[in-house]
């Protein structure tokens, strides 16, 4: 039975840190690159980051990239988000899930991603 599970959210002053997990199980971890995405009240979800398979390259959107650093250690079958310098347009649901198409990310849109986990919610608010 495949199981993801996103954990580490919270609620964060501006400027703070949180760093998200996504554990998975049931399936072969290092067969898939992961994504994170996120989705606010009202908006869209939004792919933010993924890492390939073997970790060895990365994407990020820009709306994150500099701030957002995603890893993984597939020996733990678990990948993490390290956000830093939140602000209050992060607040989300983020959400984990496996690329489906291919081992790398180049780009998140458009490609099928399976695998979803219920969700953590991160607030960031003063």
């Known amino acids: 039975q495949v199981t993801v599970v996103e954990s580490g959210g919270g609620l964060v002053q501006p400027g703070g840190s949180l760093r998200l997990s996504c554990a998975a199980s049931?399936?072969?971890?290092?067969?898939?690159?992961i994504g994170w995405f996120r989705q606010a009240p009202g908006k869209e979800r939004e792919g933010i980051s993924c890492?390939?398979?073997?970790?060895?390259?990365?994407y990020y959107a820009d709306s994150v990239k500099g701030r957002f650093t995603i890893s993984r250690d597939n020996a733990k079958t678990t990948v993490y988000l390290q956000m830093n310098s939140l602000k209050a347009g992060d607040t989300a649901v983020y959400y984990c899930?496996?690329?489906?198409?291919?081992?790398?990310?180049?780009?998140?849109?458009?490609?099928?991603?399976?695998?979803w986990g219920q969700g953590t919610q991160v607030t960031v608010s003063s």
């Open positions: 049931g399936f072969t971890l290092d067969d898939y690159a």
């Open positions: 890492i390939s398979n073997y970790g060895d390259s990365t």
């Open positions: 899930a496996a690329n489906l198409e291919r081992r790398v990310c180049t780009r998140m849109q458009g490609i099928t991603f399976g695998y």
